[in-house]
């Protein structure tokens, strides 16, 4: 019952700026941690960014270009991508975990393509 549905993606030029945005939506209870993978072509899918209510966590290779926040009113996350770079070309996908009564439960977005060209 719980979607989550990414925004933003596109094509930009290396050095360029993209947002991408994160809705969740359905029966949602409490989402305790968001964030973003990503897998480019013919790789494993990889951490980008990851939030909770006291920690954030990133990819050494987009720290200090990314940046992650959240609308915990709206159950919404964001990645704001600067400088970006050729190697980030990749489709993004959200995350959530949900801490419901009985169990942890972990949510998937459809993705959403990322192309820097160079």
């Known amino acids: 019952q719980v979607q989550l549905v990414e925004s933003g993606g596109g094509l930009v030029q290396a050095g360029g700026s993209l947002s991408l945005s994160c809705a969740a939506s359905?029966?949602?209870?409490?989402?305790?941690?968001m964030g973003w993978y990503r897998q480019a072509p013919g790789k494993q899918r990889e951490l980008v960014a990851t939030t909770t209510s006291d920690n954030t966590d990133y990819a050494h290779s987009v720290r200090g270009r990314f940046t992650i926040s959240r609308d915990n009113g709206k159950n919404t996350v964001f990645l704001q991508m600067n400088s970006l770079k050729p190697e980030d070309t990749a489709v993004y996908y959200c995350?959530?975990?949900?801490?419901?009564?009985?169990?942890?439960?972990?949510?998937w977005g459809q993705g959403t393509q990322v192309t820097v060209s160079s």
């Open positions: 995350h959530a975990v949900m801490n419901g009564i009985a169990a942890t439960s972990n949510y």
């Open positions: 359905g029966r949602i209870f409490s989402i305790k941690r």
